[in-house]
C-alpha cells in the first residue's frame, strides 16, 4: 500500500499538473470504484480543481466554484496512478478510472484481484467521516504523541500501522522506523516510557521525510512512476535472510495475515527471536530463542547458514496447516 512518502509524492505532482486547471470528465470503467451516489459523480465534471491535499493515505482534490466538492481517492493496496496525454484510454484490465484535464489525463489502476480502491465524492462537511482520525506525528507534539500511542495497549507493530492511531504509516515504513528506533515490534506501547516515545516520535518524523525527500530526488519532474513497498535502500522491509547493514546478522520476520513484519533480532530484540505463528505450529512450540538456534535447525534441514528457511521448511508449514471444518 503507497504510504505517507509515496502518497505526498502523488499530492506534489497532481497539484503541479491541475490545480487551477477545469476537470473535463470523470471516465469510470469500474462502476464498484464510486463509493457515493449523493453527490453523482458526473457532478464533478467542469469544475476547477482549488487544492490537492492528503487525508491520513486518501488523495483529495478539492474542487470549485463554490459550493465546493472533495473529490476522495483512496489507492488501498494495488491502486496506482499514470499521468498519461490528454483522453488516453484506460487500461482494460486494470482500469478503473479516468480524470480528463486540459494538460493531460490522470489515469487510476489497480493491478488486483481484489477490487479495495475507492473513488468517493463529497461535500466538505462529509469529509470527517472518510477520516479515520490518526494522528499526523510530524505536526505534533511529543506529549500529544505518547498519549496517543497509550491510548490503547498495542503492540508497536500494530500502533504504527493503525489509521485509527498515526496517519500514513504502513507496513514498509513501520519496519524502517522501528529498525532505525531500536525497537521490538512486539513490544507493548503501555509499557513505554516518555523518554523512548519521544525518541520513537524523532525517528518517525526523521524516516517519513528522509524518504519524501528521496523519492523526490529520484523521481524529479517526472510523474512518479515506480511507486513500490520493497525499496532496495531499506534497511529490513523485504529483507528477510539478508543481512541487517547495521550488524550484519540475518534479518527476521513474523509473518500473521496477509503481511509480514521484519527485524533485526540483534539491533531490535537483544538477540532473541520472535516466534513466526506458522512455524511455531510445525515446532509445536519448540521455537529457537536465538540466532544461533534457528541457523542450527536450519543447518538439519538443509539450509545454507544465513539463509531463508529452506522449502522444505515451508511446504511443511503448510501441510501442518489445519483444515477448516465445513
Known sequence: MPELPDVDLYVEHIARRVVGSPLEDVRVASPFVVRTADPPISAAKGRVVRKVSRLGKRIVLELGPDPPLCLVIHLMVAGRFKWAARGAKIPGRIGLAAFDFPSGTLLFR?????????????????LASLDRGGLEVATSTPAEFAERMRRENRTLKRALTDPHILSGIGNAYSDEILHRAKLSPVRLTQRMDDETLTHLRAVIVDVLAEW????????????????????????VHGKYGKPCPTCGGPVQRIRYADNES????????EGKLLA??????LMRGDWPKTLDELEARKTA???????PAPAKVESEVKAAKPRRRR
Open 262 to 269: 521484519n527485524y533485526c533480532p540483534s539491533c531490535q530484540t
Open 212 to 235: 519524501t525527500a528521496r523519492l523526490r530526488e529520484s523521481t524529479g519532474d517526472a510523474f512518479p512512476e515506480e511507486v513500490t513497498a520493497f525499496r532496495p535502500e531499506m534497511a
Open 110 to 126: 489497480e493491478a488486483s484481484t481484489k477490487k479495495r480502491a475507492s473513488i468517493h465524492l463529497v461535500r466538505p462537511p462529509d
Open 301 to 307: 534441514l538443509g539450509a545454507r547458514p544465513g539463509a
Open 276 to 281: 513466526d505463528r506458522s512455524l511455531s505450529r
